[in-house]
């Protein structure tokens, strides 16, 4: 095997502050790490436990918002009344095939997909 892991995948945020606080506040995400870096801050946040983490970088203005990374969550129901309480649009949960699903955009346009564990 060549490549073992996903560490970081970069989200595209023009505010370093309100991406903070969206993806600890509502999402409740720990932060892993918060540096100064020559661009701004090297400020990534994961779900408690997990391994990988999301890099919210403001230093990629051209980038476009990225869509269908998909989280795991054991209940969708509460989570998608938790964004509607933040004013987060969210569409379902939904039953699917597959499983139960959520869809919800951050507000910075990043788009994405929670499966019910």
Known sequence: MLISHIVTVTVPVSDQDAAHAFYTGVLGFEVRTD??????????????????????????????????????????DALAERLREHGVAAEGPTDEPWGKQLLFSDPFGNGFVVSQE
């Open 35 to 76: 540096n100064p870096f020559p661009m701004g801050r090297w400020l990534t946040v994961a779900p408690k436990g997990a391994e990988s983490t999301l890099l919210l970088a403001s230093w990629f203005p051209s980038m476009a918002p990225i869509g269908g990374l998909v989280f795991s969550s054991p209940g969708v």
